[in-house]
């Protein structure tokens, strides 16, 4: 059973940048597709992004192409979330997630595409 834990949140006023990482403390995630989903107080859980087990395709979510990348370094078993030009409406609890499959499927978006969860990590976007 893989145990993800994500790090990297924060405070930080509209405009600025933080980098996520995601890292596999038991198990490994090198052989899986990976997620980035987010949820804010009174909502439900939405896709962010996506990427394959190799690095070499990633998928976004509409409001977060351009600002927000996607990265995996599979020699260190993590996965990063670079985001920049925050909005206030990107506060939420950001989770990281191990896919079923090594691919991103067509069903990449869908929360049951995903075995394994991480405890989240708190981005908070000032005004």
């Known amino acids: 059973q893989v145990q993800l834990v994500e790090s990297g949140g924060g405070l930080v006023q509209a405009g600025g940048s933080l980098r996520l990482s995601c890292t596999a403390s038991?198990?490994?995630?090198?052989?899986?597709?990976m997620g980035w989903f987010r949820q804010a107080p009174g909502k439900e859980r939405e896709f962010v992004a996506n990427i394959n087990w190799s690095g070499s395709r990633t998928t976004y979510e509409d409001s977060v192409k351009g600002r927000f990348t996607i990265s995996r370094d599979n020699t260190k078993n993590t996965v990063y979330m670079q985001m920049n030009s925050l909005k206030t409406e990107d506060t939420a609890l950001y989770y990281c997630a191990k896919a079923m499959s090594r691919y991103t499927t067509t069903i990449y978006y869908r929360p049951d595409n995903y075995e394994s969860w991480g405890q989240g990590t708190q981005v908070t976007v000032s005004s």
């Open positions: 038991i198990g490994t995630v090198s052989n899986n597709a």
